[in-house]
């Protein structure tokens, strides 16, 4: 079974500039979570998608992101413009259906994003 | 006060050692708690659940003290394939699915 994958691996942009990450979950996975790991720092939490719909967004930082998950499949992560305290990396997770808080999530490889 | 404060190391541990680190958290709604591990520049990975005083599996012990609002981690017999830092993860009391994740303890394994 495929896991959770992410794209690009890396991105280095200049600060201003426009980036979109992708996140494949594991398939069949209603959940989606992205979180974000800035240098220095603990993994932070920016959202959850429950199929196509936002369930938790408060740790999205500014309405410079935008986080969209149509269909309820891949989603996307978009930055924009980006800002020098936007670099760390992006890691995407996934779990199955549930209401538990329990349930295990999993990790994709992460983004390494860098802005310049 | 951070939600999720873990000791950042590093434990220097001899191999066939035991090593032991607590995690301590805020939320006393909390219910469930994890430790994910972390190997360099890779993702994090659930090692352990925690759901009532403690759980075991294999070398790795985990406890959990409610009054004192701390989780602990013990590995014992210690592995160089355990050198990684260890995520003490804490879903806060009454939120669905998200995580809030500790600094990490670095553990590094000498020969």
């Known amino acids: 079974e495929a896991g959770v994958t992410q794209f690009p691996s890396h991105s280095v942009i200049e600060k201003g500039q426009t980036v979109t990450l992708r996140c494949d979950p594991i398939s069949g996975h209603d959940n989606l979570y992205w979180y974000r790991r800035v240098m220095g720092k603990e993994i932070k939490f920016l959202l959850h998608f429950v199929k196509e719909s936002k369930q938790d967004e408060s740790g999205m930082p500014n309405n410079r992101f935008l986080a969209e998950r149509t269909g309820g499949t891949y989603s996307t992560l978009k930055v924009q413009p980006a800002e020098l305290e936007d670099s760390g990396v992006y890691f995407c997770?996934?779990?199955?259906?549930?209401?538990?808080?329990?349930?295990?999530?999993?990790f994709g490889p992460g983004t390494r994003l860098t802005v310049l | 006060r951070k939600e999720v404060e873990q000791d950042p190391g590093p434990f220097n541990v001899p191999e066939g050692a035991t090593v032991a680190f607590n995690c301590t958290y805020s939320?006393?709604?909390?219910?469930?708690f994890f430790w994910y591990r972390q190997d360099c520049r890779k993702e994090p990975k659930l090692l352990m659940s925690v759901y009532s005083s403690g759980n075991e599996d294999g070398r790795f012990t985990a406890q959990l003290n409610r009054a004192s609002q701390y989780i602990s981690l013990l590995i014992r017999d210690s592995k160089l394939s355990d050198s990684a830092t260890y995520l003490c993860v804490v879903p806060p009391g009454g939120s669905w699915g998200k995580l809030q994740f500790g600094a990490g303890t670095q553990v590094v394994v000498t020969p």
């Open positions: 997770a996934s779990s199955p259906y549930g209401s538990r808080t329990t349930d295990t999530q999993y």
């Open positions: 939320n006393s709604a909390s219910q469930s």
